[in-house]
């Protein structure tokens, strides 16, 4: 490369000059870069370059000395060989043939989802008909909490930020949809590399979703979210829902049980309740999941305690006594107040006998 400036340069006057470089090489190797002058116009002057011979050849300033023609002693390199500590006076300073190493970074990206959770489980499940959603701003903070870039969500919810230096970063969604406003419940906060779960933390409905607090390493980055690089980690997702959809009337936090000899006691959290009439429970001597189950014959209603459409939630419990021992499986089914039915697709089994025991859901994921 050879780059020039306007005008001469006069005897100790002195200039800076900018060049910026791209290297194609992700090695993080050093490179070590020398400035040579090409050409002066020092004869002009009536006067030689005592520090350098200027010409393309970086070899014929490579002697030491005390500053003479032709000699290098660089004040932050000593000679061109890099290896006398002797000229290093500052009077003395080679401008020519100097040298700088550089260390190339690896540069990674950060996404990449945001859709809409038909059924606020907090998981992207495309094969169910759920969709990402465009023209979504999204934010990338730094460490500190300063927005360094912004997006745009495209081609079916997607966002990227590439060219990143190795740190810390979060993600932000400044204003979510309009039609969806409230993010998924549950949420996943920790930069666990999980792909198609939600890591969207929301205050209010409506406000802005902030995700975890990520640390970008090159080479160890996952290669199991849509891609095989170990530079890039997709996985940073955002599902939002509308809280006054009826799917998401009752969002369930904790389902549980205990039982002592034949009294069953069951409890239930909800994390928010829109519209909910209240809850009946289903008992079956099988894990079969009933088929629009008789209401009739339920046991209830446990009528909510929320109201219509604040959004909250609250804590429940319901005993049951059984005829005999044995295993029985306990379904919590919600009924909105337009009517429609909806069974938590997790029972909690019970096996009563003469001990007491806890129960938790089973796990159908």
């Not at 992700?26 to 370059?49: H, L, T």
């Not at 009752?250 to 549980?256: G, S």
């Amino acid at each position: 490369m050879i780059c020039t400036f306007g005008g001469d340069l006069s005897p100790s006057e002195v200039t800076l000059l900018t060049l910026r470089l791209s290297v194609d090489d992700a090695s993080q190797q050093p490179f070590r870069n020398w400035a040579e002058i090409a050409s002066d116009s020092s004869d002009d002057y009536g006067v030689d370059d005592k520090d350098s011979v200027p010409n393309d050849n970086n070899g014929n300033d490579s002697d030491t000395g005390d500053g003479g023609f032709g000699e290098d002693p660089v004040v932050d390199h000593d000679d061109i060989d890099h290896d006398d500590p002797a000229y290093n006076d500052p009077a003395e300073d080679e401008d020519d043939s100097d040298y700088e190493d550089v260390t190339t970074a690896i540069l990674l990206e950060l996404g990449d989802q945001i859709w809409h959770d038909e059924d606020n489980d907090g998981l992207f499940e495309p094969n169910d008909g759920e969709v990402g959603i465009d023209n979504v701003i999204v934010e990338l903070l730094d460490s500190s909490g300063t927005v360094i870039r912004t997006t745009t969500t495209a081609n079916g919810g997607r966002y990227i930020f590439s060219n990143l230096p190795e740190g810390q970063y979060q993600v932000r969604i400044p204003t979510p949809p309009a039609s969806y406003p409230s993010s998924s419940d549950p949420t996943n906060m920790t930069d666990s590399r999980i792909d198609n779960d939600d890591n969207g933390d929301q205050a209010t409905s409506g406000g802005a979703t902030l995700g975890p607090l990520v640390t970008l390493t090159p080479n160890q980055e996952p290669t199991d979210d849509g891609d095989d690089s170990d530079l890039s980690d997709l996985t940073i997702d955002f599902g939002f829902y509308d809280p006054a959809d009826g799917s998401t009337a009752v969002t369930l936090i904790a389902f549980t049980g205990t039982s002592v000899d034949k009294t069953v006691t069951l409890f239930w959290e909800t994390g928010t309740e829109i519209d909910n009439f209240g809850f009946y429970l289903v008992r079956t001597r099988t894990a079969d999941m009933p088929v629009d189950p008789d209401l009739r014959t339920a046991l209830g209603p446990v009528l909510t305690t929320v109201e219509g459409g604040t959004g909250q939630g609250d804590s429940y419990t319901f005993t049951d006594t059984v005829d005999d021992y044995g295993v029985y499986y306990y379904w919590l089914v919600d009924v909105e107040t337009d009517g429609d039915v909806n069974i938590e697709e997790r029972p909690v089994r019970i096996t009563t006998d003469r001990f007491r025991r806890y129960y938790l859901p089973i796990a159908t994921r």
